[in-house]
């Protein structure tokens, strides 16, 4: 049971948004930018770390949105989702990716603990200054909405084909206000 009174039956952030709309906005436009906005990170790849860190975080409500929105995105190699939540190093992904997944990882644990060699790494991978900076915007916005969400208990699902719904929606429109039902 949530620590505040929010609308019944919403889960996670999204009854957050219908309690505070003047907070959620801005959160949501923050979503959006990161995770569906032009950047040389595809979607997938941003939904990928945004569930890695909330699965560091043992957000479930985080992680398995944004897993499913993975999966959505990912489309025919799906799979490689749950690879990289089981285990990033030995996944099917460039390496580019397991770098910028080390650094999310560090942003997640203590963001002062990345280091010079961490972003070389990367960079001899093919990352960009805007791969690094969007990288550790996303795990450090999706620490702020795990906690967000964990911290005010709200509703979490057990039910994975509410996620693939979840997934598809937020994989097909991005970031939208929520609306209150009446």
């Known amino acids: 049971m949530a620590h505040i009174k929010l609308e019944e039956g919403i889960p996670?952030?999204?009854?957050?948004?219908?309690?505070?709309?003047?907070t959620g906005k801005p959160l949501y436009d923050l979503a959006q930018v990161l995770l569906r906005e032009e950047s040389p990170l595809s979607s997938a790849e941003r939904e990928l770390i945004a569930a890695y860190v909330s699965n560091m975080n043992t957000c479930n409500f985080?992680?398995?949105s944004h897993a499913a929105a993975a999966r959505y995105l990912f489309q025919d190699e799906a799979q490689t989702v749950d690879l990289v939540l089981e285990d990033?190093?030995?996944?099917?992904?460039?390496?580019?990716?397991k770098a910028l997944l080390?650094?999310?990882g560090k942003v997640q644990t203590d963001a002062r603990t990345v280091s010079d060699d961490d972003v070389n790494t990367a960079r001899s991978f093919g990352a960009t200054d805007r791969d690094i900076h969007d990288?550790?915007?996303i795990a450090a916005a999706f620490c702020m909405f795990n906690r967000y969400v964990d911290g005010l208990a709200t509703l979490s699902p057990t039910a994975p084909e509410l996620y693939a719904q979840m997934g598809e929606r937020m994989g097909t429109l991005g970031y939208v206000l929520p609306k209150k039902s009446n």
Not at 12 to 22: A, E, K, Q
Not at 92 to 97: A, G, Q, T, V, Y
């Open 62 to 64: 985080c992680m398995s």
């Open 88 to 97: 990033y190093q030995n996944a099917p992904i460039s390496d580019k990716l």
């Open 135 to 137: 990288t550790v915007l």
């Open 102 to 104: 080390t650094i999310a």
């Open 12 to 22: 996670g952030i999204r009854s957050l948004v219908i309690y505070r709309p003047d």
